[in-house]
């Protein structure tokens, strides 16, 4: 079995994806929103690739049943509430669908799912992600996709990728690593979450804008049980 981390969501674009499975990062912020939603009694997150897409899901449903969270270019979308994970966590999510769009995390989503299995995993759910996809592991070539941020390689998701990969090396021991996964691994093992987020381009905006708390939040190891699969276009707790 194979581990191999893509540095930036564009290089699926040369992914034969059937039979593979896919595990997406977006760890400031879209993945551990995801997590964050689903573990607090969301329902389900429909990830999209944009606003619009967002809203024509959102027209489809009742009123009452949804919450629309999204932004562009780390601007929350007019309309749409903070996407952020402690910002989701203010809101009435239990028992409601989370109508999601982000940059980058979702677009990744979209791009990863043509694979026979698609999660979304963070820093704050990696332990569980990592015990589902050995348990179901059998002999597929998992690709650990870092969303980076419109073509660019990000830190915090490289580190994300890490975080993944010691867990299924330690769980299952002789996966064949490729190098990007060696390297995101070596990288992990030797840099603190919480100083590696807030260094990376993402984490210092963040900060900037008086976000500590979500970084720090987001930095955080393995405290959400949740696994987010994506299930007919939906990503629901598996």
Request: net charge neutral; proline share 5%; hydrophobic share 50%.
């Amino acid at each position: 079995m194979k581990i191999h981390v893509l540095a930036k969501k564009e290089e699926l674009d040369g992914q034969r994806l059937p039979g593979k499975v896919v595990v997406v990062l977006d760890v400031l912020f879209a993945t551990t929103s995801i997590a964050a939603a689903l573990a607090h009694g969301a329902t389900g997150v429909v990830p999209t690739p944009d606003g619009d897409a967002a809203r024509a899901v959102a027209a489809k449903l009742p009123p009452d049943a949804f919450v629309l969270a999204g932004e562009y270019g780390a601007e929350t979308l007019p309309g749409f509430a903070n996407p952020t994970p402690l910002a989701l966590l203010d809101l009435p999510l239990a028992g409601k669908t989370l109508v999601y769009s982000t940059t980058n995390g979702t677009v990744a989503i979209h791009k990863a799912a043509g694979a026979a299995r698609v999660y979304a995993a963070a820093l704050a759910n990696g332990a569980a992600v990592a015990e589902r996809v050995v348990e179901r592991a059998e002999g597929e070539t998992v690709l650990v996709v870092c969303s980076g941020s419109v073509d660019a390689f990000n830190l915090e998701d490289f580190y994300g990728a890490g975080h993944l990969v010691s867990l299924l090396s330690r769980l299952r021991p002789g996966w064949e690593l490729s190098d990007a996964a060696r390297a995101a691994r070596m990288l992990h093992d030797g840099a603190d979450a919480m100083a590696c987020l807030s260094e990376s381009r993402v984490g210092r905006m963040m900060r900037e804008r008086g976000l500590e708390r979500e970084v720090a939040w987001a930095a955080r190891k393995d405290h959400l049980a949740v696994v987010p699969e994506l299930r007919g276009g939906r990503l629901v707790a598996g």
